[in-house]
């Protein structure tokens, strides 16, 4: 039966998978690693140990699962450019993409807002601990937010979308896609690995249709943002100064 097989090597299919699961389980582990947080919680408080872990995490996701793999795929993948991975402005498809953002961002805020309000959730939002949080704190929340959703979004919605789409047809690679947006969910709980089903597959729709990662992009972070700070109002453990 092996005998049947089609063992030809396709660099186009092999590597953005590859790049893909080794930038979310670099960035992953990282994240997670406990050497890593008790550094920060060496030489500062409870809430600047939270505050410099965080957004530590954050930027770490921007260059594992964003700067490291679009440049490694723009040196060897052939003929492919920082424009084919969705990474450029298409004056074409600009108005169509703010149609959509704002049509997306219209029901996802108050939906997430509600959500955002809920005791599970807010076990786990703001992911800075701080207890107290200033307008130069929120700054900052905002712009760690940005940044990782810009290295999160780069990488599957550019680095593991075109390329596959171009090699394996729209449908096959939004397929596998899906499969590994969601998987990056679970550790989040069912909620959002199922959620992460029909948005995932949303924004492949959108991505693929402008040529660009921004609608993906913009719509993940206003998600962020009102969930980050719908939470921060409700949580009582923590003010605003």
Same mark, same amino acid.
């Given at each position: 039966?092996?005998?049947?097989?089609?063992?030809?090597?396709?660099?186009?299919?092999?590597?953005?998978?590859?790049?893909?699961?080794?930038?979310?389980?670099?960035?992953?582990?990282?994240?997670?690693?406990?050497?890593?947080?008790?550094?920060?919680?060496?030489?500062?408080?409870?809430?600047?140990?939270?505050?410099?872990?965080?957004?530590?995490?954050?930027?770490?996701?921007?260059?594992?699962?964003?700067?490291?793999?679009?440049?490694?795929?723009?040196?060897?993948?052939?003929?492919? *450019?920082?424009?084919?991975?969705?990474?450029?402005?298409?004056?074409?498809?600009?108005?169509?993409?703010?149609?959509?953002?704002?049509?997306?961002?219209?029901?996802?805020?108050?939906?997430?807002?509600?959500?955002?309000?809920?005791?599970?959730?807010?076990?786990?939002?703001?992911?800075?601990?701080? *207890?107290?949080?200033?307008?130069?704190?929120?700054?900052?929340?905002?712009?760690?937010?940005?940044?990782?959703?810009?290295?999160?979004?780069?990488?599957?919605?550019?680095?593991?979308?075109?390329?596959?789409?171009?090699?394996?047809?729209?449908?096959?690679?939004?397929?596998?896609?899906?499969?590994?947006?969601?998987?990056?969910?679970?550790?989040?709980?069912?909620?959002?690995?199922?959620?992460?089903?029909?948005?995932?597959?949303?924004?492949?729709?959108?991505?693929?249709?402008?040529?660009?990662?921004?609608?993906?992009?913009?719509?993940?972070?206003?998600?962020?943002?009102?969930?980050?700070?719908?939470?921060?109002?409700?949580?009582?453990?923590?003010?605003?100064?």
């Amino acid at each position: 039966m092996s005998d049947d097989l089609n063992w030809t090597f396709n660099s186009i299919t092999f590597l953005p998978i590859c790049l893909a699961l080794f930038g979310f389980i670099t960035y992953w582990f990282s994240s997670k690693s406990s050497k890593i947080k008790l550094l920060f919680e060496k030489n500062n408080n409870a809430d600047e140990a939270s505050i410099k872990h965080i957004l530590f995490c954050k930027f770490s996701g921007l260059f594992w699962m964003g700067i490291v793999p679009i440049i490694l795929s723009v040196c060897f993948l052939k003929d492919y *450019k920082f424009a084919d991975f969705g990474l450029y402005i298409n004056g074409e498809t600009s108005l169509l993409s703010l149609y959509w953002i704002i049509g997306l961002s219209v029901p996802i805020v108050p939906l997430v807002s509600y959500s955002a309000r809920q005791e599970k959730n807010l076990k786990n939002y703001p992911q800075i601990r701080a *207890k107290v949080w200033s307008k130069n704190l929120k700054l900052k929340n905002a712009i760690g937010w940005a940044a990782y959703l810009f290295g999160y979004e780069l990488l599957f919605r550019g680095v593991l979308l075109f390329p596959l789409a171009d090699e394996l047809g729209v449908w096959t690679a939004i397929a596998i896609n899906i499969a590994l947006y969601s998987a990056t969910h679970i550790p989040k709980g069912l909620d959002e690995t199922i959620g992460a089903i029909p948005l995932g597959l949303v924004l492949c729709i959108l991505t693929i249709y402008t040529d660009t990662i921004w609608i993906a992009f913009i719509v993940h972070v206003v998600m962020a943002w009102t969930n980050t700070f719908t939470a921060l109002r409700f949580n009582p453990e923590m003010k605003e100064n």
